[in-house]
Every structure is written in structure tokens, then in C-alpha cells.
């Protein structure tokens, strides 16, 4: 028997036409398998696609010095870039991501502190529109105003002295409202299409002369996305829950310049869900470091971070850039 299923197997081999015909399907399947591969990499990063990713959230947007804050006006203008080349899977090994996704972001802030005081702290309250530019190549590009961030409840605590540590605290209650564009025709959208909430505390830490340490520390709760793209074939999808920071450690040099070092690192502790089920090994996860500085001008402060990502899962892998420009109008 074998032998002869060997020589049916030669002599189909040497029809020309059958050949073509393999041929043909093996192109036919290694192209889907590349569609496949993209098109899993942009849901990772695109929102309410087949791997229900989180909303964009504060990775490395802000920095030194942010937990300080006082009675009265901030207004702020922050623009990062994200460029990724690789996608990592869920055991964190990383594959090249053809072509390259690429992202920017604007975010205009508007933060109002009271003089009001609640459990010892200042009440305030702050709004913020964001926009995104994203590239993603064959799949298509998306740009217009994405979800926008409120918080009716910010507690901004006054210098606290621990023998000569000085300490700065806030407590932020932030929503993403998703009132940005989407369609559900199209696998790019720059907005999530579904709520979040995202509340935080921010410390600042002045534990010697000339250093500071400042940390954001995040919780995000995400709802479900009854609408996702036509092309996924899904009904919803809902991504998981995540904790994530932002730290920095920074020296402050004469002329109010600091410089020192930035961070971020983002863990999903549920599984995201589709169709109200559960993804099993599918939780994200990624950290990065890079260089900072900041320049205090009074009434102005520039900042500037650069981060390289590491150990990433079930995401892309890439690099950021941020710059953020904070006006102050009723500082003395």
C-alpha cells in the first residue's frame, strides 16, 4: 500500500496543472497568513478589535515634579510619538511587524485647583481632549479626536514634611468618555468606543538636596465595546482591567533645569473578553525607560522624555517620544 501511494503521489507530482494548482494554494494561504499576522498586530494596538486592547492611557506623559500642584490654573499641551517595529505574543517573544505602526498624540489640558479644601486637600477639576494620528499602513489610517478625559473630583494635598523629606500628594478621578470618531466599518478608529475609568495617585518625593522622585500609580476599569468593527464578526468585546505607573528619579541642576530618568510599566490583572468570554493568555503587559529633562521658566515648564519598551506581551514593542509644554498663568 505504501508503495503504491507513493507512485500515485510521483505521478500526480509531475502533473503540470496539479502543480499549479498547489502552487496557487500555497500562495493563497501564506498570504491570508500575513493578513492574519497584521491584522493581529493592529488589534492589539488599534482599538475594539479581535484582541480587545486598552484605550491610549498616560504611559510616560508625564514626569518630574507631578505630584505638586496648588489653587489655581494649569493649561498644558502634550504630544508624544509612538513608532513600533515588533509585536510580542503572548510568551513575550517578539516578531517584526510589516510595516512599522505609528502613532501620534495630542492632549490639551485644562486643570482647575479651588481653594475649597475636602479631608485637608484642595478640590479641583480638569477636561481633556484628545487627539490621535494613526498609521497602520495596507489596514488603513485613522486621525480626529479620540476619547475625552474628565475628572470632577481631584484632591491636590499641600506639602507634607517628614523631618527634612519634603512630600507632595494628589488623588485624580479620571473618565474616558468615547465621543471621538468611529466607525464600525473600519479597523482604525482613534476612538475606544467604550468607557473607562481611570482613577490614580500621584506623589512627589524630595528625599535629599537636589533629587526628586515622582510617582504616578493608575488603576483603569474598562467597559464593553457593543460595536465592535464589522470584519471582526464579533458582538462585543471588552478589554481587560490593567494597573500601570509612571516614575521618574531626577537631579535638579541651577536655572530650574532637572534631568534624570523616566519610566512606565503597564500589567493586565483580568482577561479581556470577547463575546462575553474570556481570552485565556491574553493579558498585556509592557515597561520602559528612557532619559528626561524639564526646564522651569516661571509661569512656563518644558518637558521632554524618551523611552525604549521592554518585555512586552500580547503587544507591540517600540518607542515613545513626549514633549509637554504647562502654562501657569496665576503662579507667583
Known amino acids: 500500500m505504501l508503495v503504491s501511494y507513493l507512485r500515485i503521489k510521483g505521478m500526480i507530482t509531475e502533473c503540470a496543472a496539479v502543480q499549479a494548482f498547489w502552487q496557487t494554494i500555497h500562495q493563497l494561504a501564506s498570504c491570508l497568513t500575513k493578513r492574519f499576522l497584521f491584522l493581529l498586530f493592529t488589534c492589539v494596538v488599534v482599538s475594539a478589535q479581535i484582541h480587545p486592547s486598552e484605550p491610549g492611557v498616560n504611559l510616560g506623559d508625564t514626569s518630574f515634579l507631578d505630584g505638586l500642584a496648588g489653587p489655581g490654573w494649569l493649561v498644558q499641551e502634550t504630544v508624544d510619538g509612538y513608532h513600533s517595529t515588533k509585536i510580542a505574543d503572548s510568551t513575550g517573544r517578539t516578531t517584526p511587524a510589516i510595516p512599522p505602526f505609528n502613532v501620534v498624540t495630542s492632549l490639551s489640558q485644562a486643570t482647575y485647583v479651588t481653594k475649597h479644601r475636602i479631608f485637608h486637600a484642595w478640590w479641583g477639576a480638569e477636561v481633556i481632549p484628545v487627539v490621535s494620528v494613526v498609521h497602520a499602513s495596507n489596514l488603513g489610517n485613522a486621525a ?180 509637554r509644554l504647562a502654562w501657569l498663568p496665576g503662579r507667583k
Open 144 to 323: 480626529g479626536l479620540s476619547n475625552l478625559i474628565v475628572s470632577p473630583f481631584i484632591l491636590q494635598w499641600n506639602e507634607l514634611k517628614i523631618d527634612r523629606v519634603r512630600i507632595w500628594q494628589r488623588l485624580d478621578l479620571d473618565f474616558f468618555v468615547p465621543i471621538g470618531g468611529y466607525r464600525r466599518i473600519s479597523l482604525v478608529n482613534p476612538s475606544s468606543h467604550f468607557w473607562s475609568a481611570n482613577p490614580y495617585y500621584a506623589i512627589t518625593v524630595f528625599p535629599a538636596k537636589h533629587w526628586e522622585t515622582s510617582w504616578r500609580i493608575h488603576y483603569l476599569y474598562n467597559g464593553v465595546n457593543h460595536d465592535p468593527p464589522l470584519a471582526t464578526g464579533l458582538t462585543s468585546t471588552q478589554a481587560g482591567q490593567a494597573i500601570f505607573f509612571c516614575s521618574t528619579l531626577g537631579y535638579l541642576l541651577p536655572h530650574g533645569i532637572i534631568v534624570g530618568a523616566n519610566g512606565y510599566y503597564l500589567k493586565q490583572i483580568t482577561d479581556p473578553r470577547v463575546n462575553g468570554v474570556r481570552l485565556p493568555d491574553s493579558p498585556e503587559q509592557v515597561g520602559a525607560i528612557g532619559p528626561g529633562a524639564m526646564w522651569d521658566l516661571g509661569h512656563f515648564m518644558l518637558y521632554a522624555s524618551a523611552y525604549h519598551e521592554v518585555g512586552a506581551v500580547n503587544r507591540p514593542e517600540g518607542n515613545k517620544l513626549v514633549l
